[in-house]
């Protein structure tokens, strides 16, 4: 009986009963799902009312703004500030700290991509939202980059949502990873995917080969020993997906498996890597564990790095345990 189906909101209120706390997560969560399904929206009305092409402008990474990249930054500013329920917000697309005054006293700090993968827009493949939100520290000044600089594993929620065939929104509050599919006829996000869990092997990995001349040995000998397939050390054939947007990665891994890499590379070594610690790896590194997986940079739990910069870059390694866990020990020697 299609009715019978749990919003996310009952199912947060669930789990507050269930885990015996507050209701924040609820509060947190209200008015990232809004935002969330303004984006979807807009993302899916594109070249109808012109949200496909360039703003015009470059952000805090000096890449080039999708007139969507703007769009969803101010969509999520605006509607998770009303709630009261944030200090502060920290975005990709803005260089500093967004603080949130002329509201109730925001205890948490939201940090998020608004919208990730936003090159394939203009071609109709997916892209997402990514959010995290950390407990302000006591004492510290939310307008303070400072405050956001905590390691992965003080998130006390983290996911995404998947502008793709359909919207989906997965995330995690720490007790295991749960999507939810929005029913756009009522406007509501309801569990389709209880309990995500990741297998531990896979036949699937994602990386963009094109950059295989700056490899370093470790990724390297990883891929060439997954191209060698089932006449090679590891005895089976493998698969290969680069989609170019890592919330369709990262779901498709939690969904059948796999493993995701962007590896710092001899190229990009001097930036860190490509992706971003704060508001890409950490929130995905958490839902990827929090599934059963793991997430390295190649030497160290991803989680664990402590940040120093809010928009610093790190290399990500992602996905299904037994695999990344090959790949470091490769990388360690
Ligand atoms: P490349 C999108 O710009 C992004 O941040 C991730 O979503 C994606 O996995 C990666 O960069 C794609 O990078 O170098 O293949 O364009």
């Known amino acids: 009986m299609p009715y019978k ?59 080039e703004q999708k007139k969507l990249d703007v769009l969803a930054n101010d969509i999520f500013l605006h509607m998770n500030a009303l709630g009261g329920n944030y200090a502060a917000m920290a975005s990709e697309e803005l260089e500093d700290v967004h603080a949130v005054h002329g509201t109730a006293e925001g205890r948490y700090l939201l940090l998020f991509d608004p919208l990730d993968g936003s090159s ?9 939202s990514i959010f995290s939100i950390l407990r302000l520290p006591e004492g ?25 065939s359909s919207t989906m929104l997965v995330l995690t509050t720490g007790s295991g990873v749960h999507g939810f599919t929005l029913d756009r006829d009522v406007g509501m996000f309801f569990l389709t995917h ?19 001349r ?80 793991a997430a390295t940079t190649g030497t160290e739990r991803i989680m664990e790095v402590q940040p120093t910069d809010l928009h610093q870059r790190i290399a990500v390694i992602l996905g299904s345990k037994n695999e990344v866990e090959l790949i470091e020990s490769y990388h360690k020697g």
């Open 120 to 128: 394939n827009i203009d071609v109709n493949i997916s892209v997402g």
């Open 194 to 212: 209880p309990h995500m869990t990741i297998p531990a092997d896979t036949k699937e990995f994602a990386i963009n080969a094109s950059r295989a």
């Open 214 to 293: 700056f490899w370093e040995p470790p990724v390297k000998r990883y891929v060439d020993e997954c191209l060698a397939g089932k006449e090679g050390p590891r005895g089976k054939d493998f698969n290969m997906r680069w989609v170019a947007s890592m919330v369709a990665e990262v779901h498709r891994i939690l969904v059948r498996g796999g493993v995701f890499m962007y590896p710092k590379d001899v190229e990009n070594a001097k930036k860190g890597g490509k992706l971003r610690l704060m508001y890409e790896a950490n929130p995905m590194a958490f839902i990827i564990e929090q599934a059963g997986g």
């Open 5 to 63: 189906r749990i919003t996310l909101t009952h199912f947060l209120l669930q789990e507050q009963r269930r885990l015996g706390r507050s209701g924040v997560f609820t509060a947190l969560m209200t008015d990232i799902l809004t935002a969330c399904k303004m984006v979807s929206h807009e993302v899916n009305r594109g070249a109808l009312v012109g949200n496909h092409g360039v703003a015009g402008s470059e952000n805090v990474q000096g890449e």
């Open 140 to 164: 510290a000044d939310a307008s303070k980059a400072d405050a956001f600089l905590q390691p992965g594993v003080q998130q006390v929620c983290a996911g995404y949502a998947l502008y793709g």
